[in-house]
């Protein structure tokens, strides 16, 4: 291009020159623009990528979690009912003992009682009284045979 003859012709250079200088930056920033989005991008992706191995670590432990709550629990249940049926059969047993020595000392009173009247008796007495005490002693044993 030939020097500008006048100053409209210079001023009219002088634009183009920073109208080109201007379209030279854009297509710079433009270039730049587009390198940032992909690596913007490729920042996505790789953090796309770690949140979902978080994901897998905390459903993982999550699941792991879990089972040991189930675990402690199933174990702290079984200890309960062990408690429980300890506690029951204790109760039932000292029942039972309760039970057992009142009517044993019901029969002895009423075989105190009944020996003396056959005490009177004589030896028709005496043979009523060994019937007596034989269907004690066999009580006796039925009730330590039960408890």
């Known amino acids: 291009m030939s020097s500008p003859n006048s100053a409209r012709e210079a001023l009219i250079a002088e ?37 979902h191995r978080l994901e897998a670590r905390v459903d993982a432990l999550a699941h792991a979690a879990q089972v040991e ?15 429980a049926q300890a506690a029951l059969i204790e109760a039932m047993d000292i029942s039972a003992r309760k039970i057992f020595d ?13 020996r003396d009247a056959l005490a009177q008796g004589g030896v028709h007495g005496v043979l009523g009284w060994a019937l007596v005490t034989a269907a004690l002693v066999a009580g006796c044993a039925l009730g330590l045979a039960v408890t």
């Open 15 to 51: 634009t183009v020159g920073e109208l080109l200088g201007a379209v030279e930056l854009v297509r710079r920033l433009t270039s730049e623009l587009d390198a940032g989005a992909q690596a913007l991008d490729a920042a996505s992706q790789r953090l796309d990528a770690g949140t």
């Open 69 to 83: 709550v189930m675990r402690r629990v199933a174990s702290n249940t079984k200890q309960v009912f062990r408690d």
């Open 102 to 114: 009142r009517e044993l000392g019901n029969a002895s009173q009423r075989l105190a009682k009944q």
